[in-house]
Structure formats: C-alpha cells, structure tokens
C-alpha cells in the first residue's frame, strides 16, 4: 500500500518501508514522517515480521526536511522537531533488527535517521550529507551522540564541515557496514535481519542491551532542542533556510551552459 510518500510491503517475514517521492528525491514532509514512525512501531512489535528494511524509491535514499514546509514560527520548529526525534524513538524501540538500505544520497535528518537503525547496508551510489551547519539548522535525531557512536573522531568533520561522504568513505569510517550491488541492497538487508532475529525472544534482548539507553537518548534530544531554540532566537535559521532557497533560486535561473562554455570549462 501507498500512503504519504511510504511504501510498505512484508516481504515473507520482512517489513519493507520505501520511502516513495522520487521526483523530490524522497524528503521528508511532516505527515510522512508521522507515518514512518507509526509504521515502525506497528511492525517492531515483533508479532507479524522477525525484521524493518528502510529504503529510498529512486536515485535518492532521501533529501531530509522538506524545506518548502520549513516552519514559520518557534512553535513550528519545535513540533517539527518533534516528528524526527520520534522516528529514533520508535526505530529503538523495536524488537527486531532494524536495517537502513541506503541506496543513494541521505541528506540531513534522512542520514540521522539512519544512524539508530541496527545496520545500514549500501549501494556504491550510497552517499551521506548532513549541511545543516552551514544552513542554520540543527542536528536532530539523537545524531549529536549517535555519531559520535559510530564514527568517532570523524562525527566533527561531518558535521562542522558539511562534507558529502561517499559510500567507499563511509564504509571505512563505519557509516555504513557492507556495499553491495544496487540489485541486491534491500535482498541482502532482508537477509542481514533474518539471520540477526534467529529466536525473537532473545534477539529482542539483545537490542535492548546493543541499542543506547534510552536515557542517554532523551537527554540528547534535550540538549538538541535547546541548540535549536537558540538558532532560532539568533535568527541563524531563517538566514539558513532563505540562503539555500536563494542559491536554489539563483542555480536554476542561470543559463544552461552551452557546448562552447562546456570546452573552455
């Protein structure tokens, strides 16, 4: 079924969420991700599927935030905010193995998300971006700790820097943890989880021990809100948001350029 951009479909015993707007490169509206933390809720319980795969329609794993809908007031902001925390808090709260399948560029709070699931499994398109230091955003999703838990000393760069990551990098850092071939990525995430989740009981367990504690979650989240609060009250995000829709703008009324203009180049 179709509903708000997500795909879902059990593939045998493994829940396959899609994340499905490929002309906008999947990003992320509000009501879109409601429903992607409703759905990983209803599928971790563990009754129905022994494993989560999410993946990306397209040549995009997804764009993050859709900054068309970017809030107008603090209020905005902080239910907007709301919506990604939740996402970690329901991928966390499974008791199966939840594998991200990224199979293109996941930008911003898209590449967040990814970094509470169990595993991620790449394509060689597999790419991770996270600008919102150089747009006045903040990092949501726990990502302030989650990161670091990953990747270390490399979490600074990433996320100072705003580098784009390619898929060879982010499986050398630990971003990702296998590259596969396009054809196979959401086969071989199905795979990884089935034989992750041999007895439910006690795999169920086992993340419950692997996963952080949800208290260290929560105080990130906290720490991050307050971050937010204080962009917003500086003006740092407005100025963000208006100067990436200002280069947007400014790149799409430029001339194509021209054959000529492609060999001097």
């Known amino acids: 079924m179709t509903d708000n ?45 022994r494993g989560i795969v999410l993946t990306g329609a397209g040549r995009a794993f997804s764009a993050g935030e859709d900054l068309r809908q970017a809030p107008a007031t603090y209020a905005e902001m902080q239910a907007a905010f709301a919506t990604f925390h939740d996402i ?19 930008v911003g709070g898209a590449s967040e998300i990814t970094l509470c699931c169990d595993a991620r499994i790449g394509s060689p398109a597999a790419e991770y971006f996270q600008p919102e230091n150089h747009r006045g955003i903040i990092i949501s999703n726990a990502s302030s700790i989650l990161m670091r838990r990953l990747v270390r000393n490399h979490a600074m760069r990433i996320i100072l820097g705003s580098n784009r990551i390619s898929a060879d990098e982010a499986r050398r850092i630990g971003l990702l943890d296998e ?26 367990l086992h993340l419950g021990l692997l996963r952080p504690r949800p208290e260290d979650i929560e105080a990130a989240f906290a720490r991050e809100d307050e971050a937010a609060r204080l962009a917003w009250e500086s003006g740092a995000f407005s100025d963000g948001v208006a100067g990436f829709w200002a280069a947007k703008n400014a790149a799409s009324a430029a001339p194509a350029p021209t054959n000529r203009d492609r060999r001097q180049s």
């Open 5 to 49: 951009h997500l795909d879902v479909r059990v593939d045998e015993d493994i829940a396959v969420l899609t994340l499905n707007r490929p002309a906008k490169l999947n990003v992320l509206d509000r009501d879109t991700r409601v429903l992607l933390a409703q759905t990983i809720r209803r599928f971790g319980a563990g009754e129905c599927v």
């Open 179 to 204: 590259i596969v071939a396009p054809e196979l990525l959401v086969h071989r995430a199905s795979e990884v989880a089935r034989q992750w989740n041999s007895d439910r009981r006690i795999t169920a």
């Open 88 to 106: 970690t808090r329901a991928i966390l709260e499974t008791k199966v193995p939840v594998i991200a399948a990224v199979n293109g560029i996941a």
